[in-house]
């Protein structure tokens, strides 16, 4: 209902999918629904790739360590630790942890995590990949980067 409706105020959208087959099936009835193209058609839907879940897309060799220290620094909050030494040892247990532990968790706690997840990706090394791809892609159809704003374009 919720599509429906903003496209018949004209207000302007933007859908970010789970790729799973039954999460692109619905989507897919939504658009139809609104008289809109197919996700794999719709510019206004980005759809995570290879038939991911978000938390799987998320979970990768190059998050894996923010992942792993943002989930050990909510342990040692909630347990109100102070000790050096709990927390030196949290903080091990949790770098143990493989991506498939590291998934599960998330999956399992999809609301517990999802503010921290953007404050764990800053602190990945590489600039570019602080911010996974279709996130961004999302990002920037909802609000466009600053200079399409500005109307400053470098082909004007």
Same mark, same amino acid.
Request: charged share 30%; net charge negative.
């Given at each position: 209902?919720?599509?429906?409706?903003?496209?018949?105020?004209?207000?302007?959208?933007?859908?970010?999918?789970?790729?799973?087959?039954?999460?692109?099936?619905?989507?897919?009835?939504?658009?139809?629904?609104?008289?809109?193209?197919?996700?794999?058609?719709?510019?206004?839907?980005?759809?995570?790739?290879?038939?991911?879940?978000?938390?799987?897309?998320?979970?990768?060799?190059?998050?894996?360590?923010?992942?792993?220290?943002?989930?050990?620094?909510?342990?040692?909050?909630?347990?109100?630790?102070?000790?050096?030494?709990?927390?030196?040892?949290?903080?091990?247990?949790? /770098? *143990?942890?493989? !991506?498939?532990?590291? %998934?599960?968790?998330?999956? &399992?706690?999809?609301?517990?995590?999802?503010?921290?997840? #953007?404050?764990?990706?800053?602190?990945?090394?590489?600039?570019?990949?602080?911010?996974? /791809? *279709?996130?961004? !892609?999302?990002?920037? %159809?909802?609000?466009?980067? &600053?200079?399409?704003?500005?109307?400053?374009?470098?082909? #004007?």
């Amino acid at each position: 209902p919720f599509l429906r409706l903003t496209t018949r105020f004209h207000i302007p959208w933007v859908v970010f999918s789970d790729g799973e087959e039954k999460a692109i099936n619905d989507l897919d009835n939504a658009l139809d629904k609104s008289g809109q193209p197919c996700s794999a058609n719709n510019p206004r839907c980005v759809v995570i790739p290879d038939k991911k879940c978000f938390e799987q897309y998320l979970t990768t060799p190059n998050s894996l360590d923010a992942l792993q220290l943002m989930m050990a620094d909510f342990q040692i909050e909630l347990s109100n630790t102070t000790n050096e030494q709990g927390i030196a040892g949290m903080r091990e247990s949790w /770098k *143990r942890k493989d !991506e498939t532990a590291i %998934l599960d968790q998330l999956k &399992s706690h999809k609301t517990r995590y999802g503010a921290r997840i #953007a404050d764990a990706f800053q602190t990945i090394g590489d600039e570019d990949k602080r911010i996974p /791809k *279709r996130v961004k !892609e999302a990002l920037d %159809l909802a609000v466009p980067p &600053s200079s399409e704003v500005n109307g400053d374009d470098d082909n #004007a």
